[in-house]
């Protein structure tokens, strides 16, 4: 299975500052198809996880532009661009180049400073 | 809308069974491959399962033998029937539809298994 690393566990972030979340896997995840099905999921506290970006770079339906990825082959980025309240939880990548192996992340919880 | 309802978790035994439910609307069940996804308390995420649109079906090692992931078309439902449960199987049980192309794009709510004697 390929293994999905991301850093850091925990980000403790000021409001209105960015913050990244890296993520690397153990294998490209570039599919014989060309694409690369690599997903950004939000867990806040309490609720089920949440798509917000797929193939490395799109926004999800409804998901905020200051949320963006970006990266290739086996590193990739989720950045926020400024911080807001409601965007404390747990991050997760997740790749589904390897489907019906589906493996994530270990989640990068960030909290507010 | 797209809206996965999960229920049927609960408190059971060591070596019980419990059926899991994950009511769909706004889709049709059987147009998409649907799976199941696990959280251990305070832990990461686990996918287990898969029931692909053609009827095909995937598991984890984890499981492999115990769960059996189904659909009924009818209900526009799926389950996933968790049997010979052991205490390292207790977790919140999210059912997921998957995109192909995308990846899972919708999530239910969870519903909680919890084994202990």
């Known amino acids: 299975d390929i293994v999905m690393t991301q850093t850091p566990l925990s980000s403790p972030v000021t409001l209105g500052q960015p913050a990244s979340i890296s993520c690397r896997s153990s294998q490209s995840l570039v599919h014989s198809d060309g694409n690369t099905y690599l997903s950004w999921l939000q867990q806040r506290p309490g609720q089920p996880p949440r798509l917000l970006i797929y193939k490395i770079s799109n926004r999800f339906s409804g998901v905020p532009d200051r949320f963006s990825g970006s990266g290739a082959g086996t590193d990739f980025t989720l950045k926020i661009s400024r911080v807001e309240a409601e965007d404390v939880g747990v991050y997760y990548c997740?790749?589904?180049?390897?489907?019906?192996?589906?493996?994530f992340g270990q989640g990068t919880k960030l909290e507010i400073k | 809308e797209v809206q996965l309802v999960d229920s049927g978790g609960g408190l059971v035994q060591p070596g019980g069974s419990l059926r899991l439910s994950c009511a769909a609307s706004?889709?049709?069940?059987?147009?998409?491959?649907m799976g199941w996804v696990r959280q251990a308390p305070g832990e990461g995420l686990e996918w287990i399962s898969v029931i692909y649109r053609g009827g095909g079906t995937y598991y984890a090692d984890s499981v492999k033998g115990r769960f059996t992931i189904s659909r009924d078309n009818s209900k526009n439902t799926l389950y996933l029937q968790i049997n010979s449960l052991r205490v390292e199987d207790t977790a919140v049980y999210y059912c997921?539809?998957?995109?192909?192309?995308?990846?899972?794009?919708?999530w239910g709510q969870g519903t909680l298994v919890t084994v202990s004697s």
């Open positions: 997740t790749q589904a180049t390897q489907f019906p192996q589906y493996t």
């Open positions: 997921a539809r998957v995109v192909d192309g995308l990846g899972i794009d919708y």
């Open positions: 706004g889709f049709t069940v059987s147009s998409n491959n």
